[in-house]
């Protein structure tokens, strides 16, 4: 796996950069087509979900900073890096959410179809952009033995060279691309606002609940969970909640 595409001595591409600003794109246009087919005012879909990504590389990066203070601390220009990695998916989710979520309520837009709309396009984002994950070596997986273990071998990479690894971010690609199948079957049948976002939250908050046991960097431990399970698991309470209700209207 190499964390570097291209580079020329000038300039430098990297995967990393690459494949997050792949997702990006197609999530973008994945929500701008689920909102179109709900008849929403899709045209907001390009501002809102811009929003979302800006609000989100910084919640996902705030999230990453405190569950490794000391990197930052002693190299502060870290922080600015992230074509070196160092994002926390569930931070993405939160602030993207807000920074979203609150422009289109100052459009007068209803909240629960719009957020149907960016379930499946997160879960696209999910898919792409953790093979850039994988390319650049960050969130590895445990040691392993198993027939589909990763060997790391560009020195570059930001996961531990010459030991066979769980891929976990590959794991989280498939999840990703799992629930996007999911969603886009359900969807035929689902005629209530919310639906979709609680199915969304539910699968991602099981799925990175259980993916998260075979990454290495296991950080912000509480008792036998990472702070990031934690985070996840209220994610798919929220989403089980989503599901049970039975008042949101018709689609």
């Given at each position: 796996?190499?964390?570097?595409?291209?580079?020329?001595?000038?300039?430098?591409?990297?995967?990393?950069?690459?494949?997050?600003?792949?997702?990006?794109?197609?999530?973008?246009?994945?929500?701008?087509?689920?909102?179109?087919?709900?008849?929403?005012?899709?045209?907001?879909?390009?501002?809102?979900?811009?929003?979302?990504?800006?609000?989100?590389?910084?919640?996902?990066?705030?999230?990453?900073?405190?569950?490794?203070?000391?990197?930052?601390?002693?190299?502060?220009?870290?922080?600015?890096?992230?074509?070196?990695?160092?994002?926390?998916?569930?931070?993405?989710?939160?602030?993207?959410?807000?920074?979203?979520?609150?422009?289109?309520?100052s459009k007068s837009?209803?909240?629960?179809?719009?957020?149907?709309?960016?379930?499946?396009?997160?879960?696209?984002?999910?898919?792409?952009?953790?093979?850039?994950?994988?390319?650049?070596?960050?969130?590895?997986?445990?040691?392993?033995?198993?027939?589909?273990?990763?060997?790391?071998?560009?020195?570059?990479?930001l996961a531990p060279?010459?030991?066979?690894?769980?891929p976990a971010q590959?794991?989280?690609?498939?999840?990703?691309?799992?629930?996007?199948?999911?969603?886009?079957?359900?969807?035929?049948?689902?005629?209530?606002?919310?639906?979709?976002?609680?199915?969304?939250?539910?699968?991602?908050?099981?799925?990175?609940?259980?993916?998260?046991?075979?990454?290495?960097?296991?950080?912000?431990?509480?008792?036998?969970?990472?702070?990031?399970?934690?985070?996840?698991?209220?994610?798919?309470?929220?989403?089980?909640?989503?599901?049970?209700?039975?008042?949101?209207?018709?689609?």
């Amino acid at each position: 796996m190499h964390p570097i595409l291209f580079d020329n001595g000038t300039i430098t591409i990297y995967s990393y950069s690459v494949y997050l600003t792949a997702a990006c794109i197609l999530a973008l246009g994945i929500a701008m087509r689920e909102a179109r087919l709900r008849k929403l005012q899709y045209n907001l879909a390009p501002v809102a979900g811009s929003i979302a990504i800006f609000s989100g590389f910084i919640g996902a990066r705030l999230l990453y900073m405190a569950l490794n203070p000391a990197l930052f601390v002693e190299k502060p220009l870290e922080i600015f890096r992230i074509w070196n990695g160092g994002m926390v998916f569930p931070g993405a989710i939160i602030f993207g959410s807000m920074g979203a979520l609150f422009f289109l309520k100052s459009k007068s837009q209803p909240v629960l179809p719009w957020t149907d709309s960016f379930a499946p396009a997160l879960a696209m984002g999910i898919a792409i952009g953790r093979i850039g994950c994988f390319f650049a070596g960050c969130c590895h997986g445990i040691p392993a033995s198993v027939p589909w273990a990763v060997t790391f071998m560009d020195p570059e990479s930001l996961a531990p060279v010459g030991t066979p690894l769980h891929p976990a971010q590959l794991y989280y690609s498939l999840s990703g691309l799992i629930i996007f199948a999911a969603i886009m079957i359900a969807i035929r049948f689902i005629k209530r606002h919310g639906t979709v976002s609680g199915l969304f939250l539910t699968l991602f908050g099981l799925s990175h609940f259980l993916i998260d046991f075979f990454r290495a960097d296991h950080k912000g431990l509480i008792g036998q969970m990472s702070l990031t399970q934690l985070i996840t698991l209220a994610f798919l309470s929220i989403g089980v909640y989503l599901l049970l209700q039975k008042n949101y209207g018709s689609n």
